[in-house]
């Protein structure tokens, strides 16, 4: 039996939590750890839809394969690292450059979002699998 308030309230606080969550991660990329949080963020958001409704509501609004969704979120980390060290760099060494873009101005771009774009996909895909695991057991019994 899902509850009314609950579900309410989920979907109204869903698009203000993935926005602070894009917040997060788009400022951390000068700070440490924005996509380590920025991801947890997202994972808190859609675990409240679990809560709210249930694994397959969710899976049905969201039809992605976790796993591909970890393996994607590590390659986009690690191809970080390897393209400095193609450079000549150190290892994740950070590189950054400024870009015009129309209608915004100038914006700052850096090698360290690319990494904390990985970790978040790889955070979401991991907390996910968890809990629809965990939903998927939690229905059988």
Not at 68 to 94: D, K, N, P, Q, R
Not at 98 to 111: K, P, R, S
Request: charged share 10%; hydrophobic share 55%.
């Amino acid at each position: 039996m899902m509850s009314l308030i609950l579900a309410t309230t989920a979907r109204g606080l869903m698009p203000l939590l993935l926005l602070f969550s894009l917040h997060l991660l788009w400022r951390g990329h000068h700070e440490p750890g924005g996509g380590f949080i920025a991801g947890l963020m997202t994972a808190a958001a859609l675990v409240l839809q679990y809560i709210a409704f249930n694994a397959a509501h969710v899976r049905k609004c969201l039809p992605v394969d976790y796993r591909v969704l970890i393996g994607t979120g590590l390659a986009c980390s690690l191809s970080t690292g390897l393209m400095a060290l193609i450079y000549g760099s150190a290892f994740l060494e950070h590189r950054f450059g400024h870009f015009h873009v129309l209608g915004i101005g100038e914006v700052e771009l850096a090698t360290a979002l690319a990494f904390d774009i990985g970790v978040y996909l790889t955070v979401i895909g991991v907390t996910l699998l968890i809990i629809a695991t965990l939903g998927d057991e939690s229905e059988a019994a």
